[in-house]
């Protein structure tokens, strides 16, 4: 609410004390997202996947929040165009580092079929 009372009067402070806010909010998180990142290791300890794979679930998943926090912060910004770039970038690095997973699913369906 802050931001936005400063935005009336000086914008480029109200969008300073916006990214402020943001970075401050994730560097809270962080614990939480450590937290999550151990109990998927074990999860997948326990169940025999992959750890790889699990590593590349967590940095999607991370590709996706920091893609989202940029583009909104864009938004905040007033440059749409921009945001809709940062977004399109964020889909095309989710999709680069998905395709270890997409090919040993291939390779998984392979195995399957020439049995």
Do not use: W
Not at 79 to 103: D, R
């Amino acid at each position: 609410m802050l931001a936005v009372l400063i935005k009336g009067y000086r914008a480029e402070l109200g969008m300073l004390l916006s990214i402020a806010s943001s970075v401050l909010i994730f560097a809270l998180l962080m614990p939480y997202i450590k937290s999550i990142t151990v109990m998927l290791t074990d999860l997948s300890a326990q169940t025999g996947i992959d750890t790889r794979h699990i590593a590349i679930v967590i940095k999607i998943i991370g590709a996706a929040y920091i893609t989202q926090l940029g583009a909104e912060l864009c938004r905040d910004a007033g440059e749409n165009a921009i945001a809709t770039k940062v977004e399109l970038g964020g889909k095309i690095i989710m999709v680069g580092l998905s395709m270890p997973i997409v090919y040993s699913l291939l390779d998984l369906v392979k195995n399957i079929i020439t049995l």
